[in-house]
């Protein structure tokens, strides 16, 4: 794992993306919170365990812009670095 690729594999790279890509779209950032189980039924339930894996091993850390409350509600940091974020991992935002 690199300091630019903090992620395991390819897949869960492109995985944290899509989820940050997501909660950007839907507006989940600062006061703006949802639940684990919420986020990771936006996607396919195939993929739903490794998001919430994605999730738990990098929010409230460096790797990826999530954080968690006290109750376990998540959001992103804030809108400028998710769409860095999303941009360093090589996917268009169409955002801003």
Do not use: C
């Amino acid at each position: 794992m690199s300091a630019s690729n903090p992620f395991e594999n390819e897949e869960s790279r492109k995985l944290a993306s899509k989820i940050v890509y997501k909660m950007t779209r839907k507006r989940v950032i600062g006061e703006n919170k949802k639940q684990l189980d919420t986020i990771s039924n936006w996607f396919p339930s195939h993929q739903q365990n490794q998001v919430k894996e994605i999730i738990k091993k990098n929010s409230n850390s460096e790797r990826i812009p999530i954080g968690t409350d006290p109750h376990g509600r998540l959001s992103l940091t804030s809108y400028e670095e998710a769409q860095e974020f999303i941009e360093s991992q090589g996917r268009e935002t169409g955002l801003g």
